[in-house]
Every structure is written in structure tokens, then in C-alpha cells.
């Protein structure tokens, strides 16, 4: 899946998971590894992608990392950012 | 361009601050030397004793004087400390002044200002009709003249209800009783009338800008309220960047022919996402210091369209940025309050039992 979402790319990340959306003025807190997601997400890699990222950086089976991504993009597009 | 001399009013900082203050300071910002007159209605207008106050403060009658004894008055400031250009910042000043664009220039006083139908065509009485040809939406607002009506409309849409005057004041009323109290106590400062208007759950957002009376914008910045007064002012907002409310900004400056300063305000509906707009208030608001600071300097804008006809493009404040309203104590000597009192047009307009009780 390819994301090119204006509202995602418009998001402001900082290195310590801190996420403004200038669009709604709403701050969130994410993980370390949902800002590599956002941050991924923000340079146009795939979800597979960064699933496979994840299963080599954290040495977790890809079928947990997938299940735990997916369950990420929903809460984004609950957001309006996807 | 040749020394700004302008006179700005509205130079309270305090509860429920004005803009005054933050104007003059943003006008020294682009031009050190300009000169400043502060108008005032009260000798204990905070702004007027800060270090970067005005350089010549004077009082005013207030606008419910009538429009001949503020020319008067202002003939008279203008004799004293010369100014050629006067930005409003009162609501009741820009209604009032509307309507005497000619004689203000006939007394060599410049302003720029909507024209008083475009000021009633988006009074909170039609804003409705407005919205709609602007394509966005209002909340369900009825007008009454009297109380009587008011309740009738609130009993009609079921309680609580934020009943509206015309230029100032919103109150959540829960009940016809505090409806009833609420109503005279509008009606008795500022005469009908009333809105009565249904209460929206969402998130409150702003635009200011500068509109340029050909149904362009000069410039706009909007902002989302993080802190809301119990008066239901913004204590701190942070600057926000979003598409749909530049548009509906453009929409409404391109339907009006808005001539200078604005805030729309909005309410961003929390189950539905749309944004629904609330009030438009002709003047710079009460914020107008914080996009300053950024860069973004609306009034030198206004300032420097009104002199020469046009202006430096305004940079876009960067998202993210925030204030909060941050209240110090601003030191003066009782003889600057007398100096100023003696000059009331109306001394009984101003509480004088300070001041005996001090002499």
C-alpha cells in the first residue's frame, strides 16, 4: 500500500514521538515504533516495507508485526491522516 | 512612505483584553519612530501604562454618546497630538464609524473600513443568510427582539441555548429564568437583538486577516483555542494551517468585499468535522501580537495598505507555534490617571470613587 495522504505529510514529528497535525491543531504521543511507521509512512514506503523494517530491527515474527501495523493504520484512519 | 502618526483605541490588557496594545506594539515593531495615540474610555486601560504604550493618550466619549460628540472629541485629540490614520478596534466604534467615513476625512483622519451594509449584512442578526451564500454553515440561531420572543425561541429549541447581543456578550442560559436575566442584562447594555442560538460541541477555531475591499485577501492566519476563558476568550491558541478554513475565508472576503482587519470565528463540529462559522467581528482580535511575533505583522500591513495603496505580501506564521496570555502588573502614578480624567469628555462615564478616595 502506497500512502500519499496530504494530512499525513503535512504531520510535525519530533525524535521523541511528538506529533502535531497543523490541520486540526491536535498533539499526540506515539511509540518509538509508531514514529518509524509515520515517519515511513511520511517518505512513501509501503506497508510491507515497513513491516519488513520492523521484523528486522525488533526481531518480532512478521505476522505480529503485520497484525500490530494494521491495527496502527486503522487508528490513522480514524484520524483522517490515511 | 512618511512617519506614521495613527491613533488606535481598544488599549485594555487585562481580563477580557483588547487589541490596542498589541497593535501599537506591532506598528513600532516595523517603524521605531512611529507615533501613537492611544484613545481610551477608562484612565485604568492597562495599556496605557506599559513600557511600550502609547505616546499620547487621550479620552474618549464612549460610542453610545453619539457620533457627533466623538467627531468632536477626536477633532479635539487630533488639534493636540496629530495623527493622521485611526484604527478602530471596538466593535461599536467600527459600527459607528462606518457611517462617517467623509466626516473623519473632513477632519483629516484616514480609516479603512467595511461600508455599514456590508457590517450589517454580517452582523450576527443575518449572518445566517451570509454562511449560506458562502457555502458554509451556522449553527441554528433565531433573532428576538425582546426577551419574550428569546424564550419563546429557546422553549422551541430546547434548553441550553447561548443567547447572543448584537455586538458583544454570549451567554449559556439552562433555563427560561436565567434566560430571562440574561436577556435584560444584554438588552440594557446593548439594546436588541438577542440571538438565541443552539450550543455545538467541537473545537473552536479562528481566522484573522486583512480583507482588501475588492473581495481579496491581503493576508490570514488561523489558530485553534487551547485555553477558553470562562468569558469564553482565547487564553491560548496554537497557529493551525488548514485548507477548508482558508477557503471558506476566501469565500466570505470574496462575497463581502471586506475592506481591513477580521476574525471569523468557528466552531469544528466534533461529530461531524465540519466547521461552522459563529461570529464575525470587524476589527483585528484581541491575538493579533501573536502572529506578529511570528513574522506575520498584520497591522503594519493594514498600516502600510492604508498609506500607499498596497502591501508587503504577509508570510504564513508556521504551524505549531503557540501563546498563552501572560498577565503582569503594569506600574503608573495616580497623577497620569487624574491628567487623563480631567480630559473625560463625561466624567460620570468613569469610576471616579478611586481617585477621591485617595485625595
Same mark, same amino acid.
Given at each position: 500500500?502506497?500512502?500519499?495522504?496530504?494530512? #499525513?505529510?503535512?504531520?510535525?514529528?519530533?525524535?521523541?514521538?511528538?506529533?502535531?497535525?497543523?490541520?486540526?491543531?491536535?498533539?499526540?504521543?506515539?511509540?518509538?515504533?509508531? #514514529?518509524?511507521?509515520?515517519?515511513?509512512?511520511?517518505?512513501?514506503?509501503?506497508?510491507?516495507?515497513?513491516?519488513?523494517? #520492523?521484523?528486522?530491527?525488533?526481531?518480532?515474527?512478521? #505476522?505480529?508485526?503485520?497484525?500490530?501495523?494494521?491495527?496502527?493504520?486503522?487508528?490513522?484512519?480514524?484520524?483522517?491522516?490515511? | 512612505? *512618511?512617519?506614521?502618526?495613527?491613533?488606535?483605541?481598544?488599549?485594555?490588557?487585562?481580563?477580557?483584553?483588547?487589541?490596542?496594545?498589541?497593535?501599537?506594539?506591532?506598528? $513600532?515593531?516595523?517603524?521605531?519612530?512611529?507615533?501613537?495615540?492611544?484613545?481610551?474610555?477608562?484612565?485604568?486601560?492597562?495599556?496605557?501604562?506599559?513600557?511600550?504604550?502609547?505616546?499620547?493618550?487621550?479620552?474618549?466619549?464612549?460610542?453610545?454618546?453619539? &457620533?457627533?460628540?466623538?467627531?468632536?472629541?477626536?477633532?479635539?485629540? $487630533?488639534?493636540?497630538?496629530?495623527?493622521?490614520?485611526?484604527?478602530?478596534?471596538?466593535?461599536?466604534?467600527?459600527?459607528?464609524?462606518?457611517?462617517?467615513?467623509?466626516?473623519?476625512?473632513?477632519?483629516?483622519?484616514?480609516?479603512?473600513?467595511?461600508?455599514?451594509?456590508?457590517?450589517?449584512?454580517?452582523? *450576527?442578526?443575518?449572518?445566517?443568510?451570509?454562511?449560506?451564500?458562502?457555502?458554509?454553515?451556522?449553527?441554528?440561531?433565531?433573532?428576538?427582539?425582546?426577551?419574550?420572543?428569546?424564550?419563546?425561541?429557546?422553549?422551541?429549541?430546547?434548553?441550553?441555548?447561548?443567547? *447572543?447581543?448584537?455586538?458583544?456578550?454570549?451567554? &449559556?442560559?439552562?433555563?427560561?429564568?436565567?434566560?430571562?436575566?440574561?436577556?435584560?442584562?444584554? &438588552?440594557?447594555?446593548?439594546?436588541?437583538?438577542?440571538?438565541?442560538q443552539e450550543p455545538l460541541l467541537g473545537t473552536e477555531f479562528n481566522v484573522m486577516g486583512l480583507g482588501d475591499g475588492a473581495g481579496g485577501l491581503l493576508g490570514s492566519c488561523a489558530v485553534r483555542k487551547l485555553i477558553v476563558s470562562d468569558k469564553g476568550k482565547g487564553n491560548g491558541s496554537v497557529m493551525v494551517r488548514d485548507a477548508r478554513l482558508e477557503q471558506i475565508t476566501r469565500r466570505v472576503m470574496a462575497e463581502t468585499r471586506w475592506t481591513g482587519p477580521f476574525e471569523l470565528e468557528f466552531i469544528r463540529g466534533q461529530r461531524d468535522d465540519a466547521y461552522r462559522l459563529i461570529e464575525i467581528n470587524p476589527r483585528f482580535p484581541a491575538w493579533v501580537g501573536f502572529p506578529a511575533q511570528l513574522g506575520a505583522n498584520f497591522p503594519a500591513a493594514w498600516v502600510e495598505w492604508m498609506c500607499t495603496?498596497?502591501? $508587503?505580501?504577509?508570510?504564513?506564521?508556521?504551524?505549531?507555534?503557540?501563546?498563552? $496570555?501572560?498577565?503582569?502588573?503594569?506600574?503608573?502614578?495616580?497623577?497620569?490617571?487624574?491628567?487623563?480624567?480631567?480630559?473625560?469628555?463625561?466624567?460620570?462615564?468613569?469610576?471616579?470613587?478611586?481617585?477621591?478616595?485617595?485625595?
Amino acid at each position: 500500500m502506497q500512502t500519499d495522504s496530504m494530512r #499525513l505529510g503535512d504531520l510535525m514529528l519530533n525524535d521523541r514521538g511528538f506529533v502535531f497535525d497543523p490541520n486540526t491543531g491536535e498533539s499526540y504521543q506515539v511509540s518509538g515504533t509508531g #514514529l518509524v511507521c509515520l515517519r515511513g509512512l511520511q517518505r512513501g514506503a509501503t506497508v510491507d516495507e515497513l513491516v519488513a523494517e #520492523l521484523v528486522a530491527t525488533h526481531g518480532v515474527g512478521r #505476522l505480529t508485526v503485520r497484525c500490530d501495523m494494521d491495527a496502527f493504520l486503522w487508528d490513522l484512519k480514524q484520524l483522517g491522516w490515511l | 512612505m *512618511k512617519p506614521v502618526r495613527i491613533a488606535v483605541s481598544g488599549m485594555h490588557r487585562g481580563d477580557n483584553p483588547q487589541p490596542g496594545a498589541s497593535i501599537a506594539g506591532a506598528i $513600532r515593531q516595523a517603524w521605531p519612530e512611529a507615533f501613537v495615540v492611544g484613545l481610551v474610555y477608562n484612565a485604568f486601560e492597562s495599556g496605557v501604562y506599559a513600557a511600550d504604550g502609547p505616546d499620547a493618550c487621550h479620552a474618549m466619549p464612549y460610542p453610545t454618546a453619539g &457620533l457627533a460628540a466623538y467627531l468632536t472629541r477626536l477633532a479635539e485629540v $487630533r488639534a493636540a497630538t496629530p495623527f493622521d490614520w485611526f484604527i478602530p478596534t471596538l466593535d461599536a466604534e467600527v459600527v459607528m464609524l462606518a457611517e462617517a467615513v467623509p466626516e473623519l476625512v473632513a477632519l483629516g483622519i484616514g480609516v479603512c473600513l467595511p461600508d455599514a451594509a456590508t457590517l450589517l449584512r454580517c452582523g *450576527k442578526a443575518k449572518l445566517a443568510e451570509l454562511a449560506a451564500r458562502c457555502g458554509v454553515a451556522t449553527p441554528n440561531t433565531a433573532v428576538a427582539r425582546d426577551v419574550g420572543e428569546a424564550l419563546e425561541h429557546a422553549e422551541a429549541a430546547g434548553y441550553p441555548v447561548y443567547l *447572543k447581543g448584537p455586538l458583544y456578550d454570549a451567554t &449559556l442560559v439552562q433555563s427560561p429564568a436565567a434566560l430571562a436575566a440574561a436577556g435584560a442584562a444584554i &438588552l440594557a447594555d446593548w439594546g436588541p437583538p438577542l440571538m438565541v442560538q443552539e450550543p455545538l460541541l467541537g473545537t473552536e477555531f479562528n481566522v484573522m486577516g486583512l480583507g482588501d475591499g475588492a473581495g481579496g485577501l491581503l493576508g490570514s492566519c488561523a489558530v485553534r483555542k487551547l485555553i477558553v476563558s470562562d468569558k469564553g476568550k482565547g487564553n491560548g491558541s496554537v497557529m493551525v494551517r488548514d485548507a477548508r478554513l482558508e477557503q471558506i475565508t476566501r469565500r466570505v472576503m470574496a462575497e463581502t468585499r471586506w475592506t481591513g482587519p477580521f476574525e471569523l470565528e468557528f466552531i469544528r463540529g466534533q461529530r461531524d468535522d465540519a466547521y461552522r462559522l459563529i461570529e464575525i467581528n470587524p476589527r483585528f482580535p484581541a491575538w493579533v501580537g501573536f502572529p506578529a511575533q511570528l513574522g506575520a505583522n498584520f497591522p503594519a500591513a493594514w498600516v502600510e495598505w492604508m498609506c500607499t495603496g498596497s502591501c $508587503r505580501p504577509l508570510p504564513v506564521p508556521p504551524p505549531g507555534r503557540f501563546f498563552l $496570555r501572560h498577565q503582569i502588573e503594569v506600574t503608573g502614578d495616580m497623577g497620569q490617571v487624574s491628567s487623563l480624567l480631567e480630559a473625560m469628555p463625561d466624567a460620570s462615564n468613569h469610576d471616579l470613587t478611586y481617585i477621591s478616595s485617595l485625595s
